[in-house]
């Protein structure tokens, strides 16, 4: 604690801090807590593994970053790691309900990418969304509340666990059917590339999407037209309970587009996806779309009906989790750096855990949103309809 | 549980293999709606609505080497368990999984029909089935006709869970069945199922085409009809889409007969004999109608509650002729109620009843919005909301 402490520096206002500072909610006392870190002290690492390039000179395996990054990237992917767990339990007690897709394993490439690109590229995605959208500045109160279909949510409680948006920082969102955001994500580059942004879009879509034809058609369209979109195909090894190998003819899905230049990348190194990103980004400004394929792991099954265990071994998920977890890998950096000890990192995880907890509380004092919400938002509105729930003794709502 | 299945299928084997041949045509089915009286006495197990579909999956595999099952993630059991244990049973060369690309799978269900096989293919939420939409609708439902009846995919049968479970929100929930109303070409059915001492009923819908070059569309209401549809539907010389309340898979438990039975499609079932109002339903929705119908009746409304069963081709005589004896009529559905298949009814009782009806035909069905997350119980036409249309009607 005497340690802790001297590391604890005045409020900073470097970026590092900043980022974390929209990534957890106000009233926070990690918020107070930015380590002193030398933010222009530049750390090389070398990435786990060489990049394999498809039609493409791969970056170099060194990626510089500096302790405040290094530091930041632990705390961030903590974060999203613990409130993943937390809405796991959510859901078990049934204050979560809809269909919810964790990210837990995959915390790296949200952490990675966001690391390489401003708010001004754009990032659309499927339904395992939540990350994404901490990564992207959203607050935990405003994720829990809308996991849980409450007024503060970030989709004002009408979207739920597939659908977080942040239109402030270009997150196109969560979308509910498989593949159908790439081609979204191909239009939204477009209008990048019309209105001169020089900002790019990464659609993200898993290895089971990766079998969708929307895919090659948008794919197609995005080379035939040289638009800046970056195809992030987050690999976890399973679409849904089929393994790759059964669903795929080639699962080197970075090579699958052919005549589209593809990386493959470590997904579970954060540093290997913060490089990835940023040589991407400096490639489809200038020549076209990418394909990144990152190599990760979800540990939790494909949504909460899912156990997760019916068609992989407990073995593969605890070799995983020993071998390749995110966390542990930049927790093993930060020791390596000698930026915090060990005892450090862990009560910074409880801290977290407190965050997280403190966020879930307020999100449960957020209100239902008004029964008339469920006639906004769509062309016609349903005037002088009125609704009812199943027991009438329930208050009716007079629609607008 | 997948051992009992096996252990299930083995007496199906020695009871009813090879009994029979394929029908070609509804009027050959072995057992029509007027006969499941007989179909009572037969012993039978009391399974939940799951079960009954794979016990039916399994009669179609056993009955016919060349039927296939397949979709995503089928041969682990599917998400809802309904395909358990048959990859073991028949081999991963007749049930497979597939990639996760529904325009392919019912593409591939088409062609491989169209060599004369029985294409059993899975859409593991009917929320799923628009990437498939363009396939169904200009591929299988136009194939016989437009080849003048030279090719057809007569063998396909597109299985897929439908309608609201709670708590599944946008994606989850939705009944998408009238789209496919829309067809010639395509049969649409729905399951539908009993719930504890309420016997609720198999609804299905029919999509008819003047020749037979239809897709029908079928929607059962409990695991018995269940059973018995889906044999029918697997076994029709249609490409069939055939609903089932994914609701009820757990929900439902009746007694089902173990032996290779099917109900005729196209052909509606009264339910619940009355004498003031008509309620036409399907699938899982049944079940809350028969509720209303029973506290309809404390306050001394009989009403006659009909399973459509069928969509496309739908038994437009069954509800005539209820119509005409109660000279009202109330449908719902689940799917938002412009353009839904309620509609439809309402516009062709209303050409042949119009001089017997005694007030408008009521619809109480989903309304025009997204289906919602959180408002679910306000979207629903949920049992109050079907009495309160009971009575307006009776009382107009």
Sequence with gaps: ??????????????????RSKTLISSSSSLLNRSFSTDDSKVLTIETSIPFTAHNCEPPSRTVETTEKELLGFFKEMALMRR?????????KSKLIRGFCHLYDGQEAVAVGM???????????????DHCIFLGRGGTLVEAFSELMGRRDGCSKGKGGSMHFYKKDS?????????????PLGIGLSFAQKYNKDEAVTFAMYGDGAANQGQLFEALNIAALWDLPAILVCENNHYGMGTAEWRAAKSPAYYKRGDYVPGLKVDGMDAFAVKQACKFAKEHVLQKGPIILEMDTYRYHGHSMSDPGSTYRTRDEISGVRQERDPVERIRKLVLAHDLATEKELKDMEKEIRKEVDDAIAQAKESPMPEPSELFTNVYVKGFGVESYGADRKEVRAVLP | MAKSVKELGKQWMISSFSKRGF???????????SSSSTMEKQSGKSVNLFTAVNQALYIALETDPNAYLFGEDVSFGGVFRCSTGLADQFGSKRVFNTPLCEQGIVGFGIGLAAMGNRAIAEVQFADYIFPAFDQIVNEAAKFRYRSGNQFNCGGLTIRTPYGAVGHGGHYHSQSPESFFCQVPGL??????ASIGALHVEVFILYLQSPAQAKVKVVIPRSPKQEKGLLLASIRDPNPVIFFEPKWLYRLAVEEVPEDDYMFPLSEAEVIRHGSDITLVGWGSQLAVMEQACVDAEKEGISCELIDLKTLIPWDKETVEASVRKTGRLLVSHEAPVTGGFGAEISASIMERCFSRLEAPVARTCGLDTPFPLVFEPFFMPTKNKILDAIKATVNY
């Design chain 2, 23 to 33: 029908s070609t045509a509804c009027s050959t089915l072995k057992s029509s709606s």
């Design chain 2, 187 to 192: 049969k649409v059915t729905f399951h539908s």
């Design chain 1, 1 to 18: 604690m005497m340690n802790l402490t001297k590391l604890i520096s005045s409020a900073s206002s470097s970026s590092a801090a900043s």
């Design chain 1, 170 to 182: 270009g997150f196109y969102g969560g979308h509910g059917i498989v593949g159908a955001q790439v």
């Design chain 1, 83 to 91: 409130m993943e767990i937390a809405a796991d339990s959510l859901y």
């Design chain 1, 114 to 128: 966001e690391a390489a690109i401003t708010k001004k590229d754009c990032i659309i995605t499927a339904y395992r």
